[in-house]
């Protein structure tokens, strides 16, 4: 089984992904963690990457293409990336939402811990984290619509959607663990 996880900034996407490709005995495969790699290996943020991504499409394209070839060669894997269920034929497909300003929240105290790890930028306060998704919000909706003519905030495209506002990661899991049984 290949399982894809996407969603919205500050969701729980890379938590909930480890410790579920983790329980299943599963590999995980992170692909915003590649684009995040791309904009350092060119001397940039994943911010500036995105806007060089609404011109040039190499931005995508190329962990794009990876994530395609996983997808025809692996199995029992987790592959969380936002355009993941789109180019991964045959996988489930799970959609993590949350509020924004609680999305924000999550990303503020991770950058707190550790800035350089998310490569997104310089952001002092939830105001500045706010903004800043809302700029990759936009960006990636460009370019996905752009280059692949698609929204992936489109809940249809999934096959189980779970807002994680107001739960606890090991809520999140246990729902997706559920599902998954009951897929089989």
């Known amino acids: ?9 500050g969701s729980g ?3 909930v992904a480890d410790i579920l490709a983790k329980r299943l005995g599963y590999r995980r495969y992170y692909i915003g963690g590649m684009r995040r790699e791309m904009a350092r ?3 940039i943020t994943l911010d500036e990457l995105n806007r060089i991504g609404e011109k040039e499409e190499w931005t995508d394209r190329e962990v794009d293409e990876y994530q395609r070839r996983l997808g025809e060669k692996e199995d029992n894997v987790v592959i969380e990336g936002r355009t993941s269920f789109f180019l991964v034929k ?3 497909d799970i959609f993590l939402d949350v509020d924004l300003e609680v999305g924000a929240r999550r990303i503020l105290k991770d950058l707190k811990e550790d800035s350089e790890k998310r490569n997104e930028g310089h952001f002092e306060t939830l105001d500045d984290v706010l903004e800043g998704l809302k700029r990759r919000i936009s960006s990636d909706s ?4 752009k280059y692949y003519g698609m929204d992936v905030t489109d809940r ?5 959607v779970i807002d994680t506002t107001n ?10 663990m ?3 049984r009951n897929k089989r």
């Open 90 to 92: 045959g996988s489930v």
């Open 156 to 160: 249809s495209h999934y096959d189980l």
């Open 41 to 43: 290996k060119h001397g």
């Open 13 to 15: 996407k890379s938590t």
């Open 142 to 145: 460009r370019r996905y619509r």
């Open 1 to 9: 089984m290949i399982i894809t996880i996407s969603g919205m900034p």
């Open 167 to 176: 739960l606890g990661i090991d809520d999140v899991v246990e729902r997706i």
């Open 178 to 180: 559920e599902f998954i």
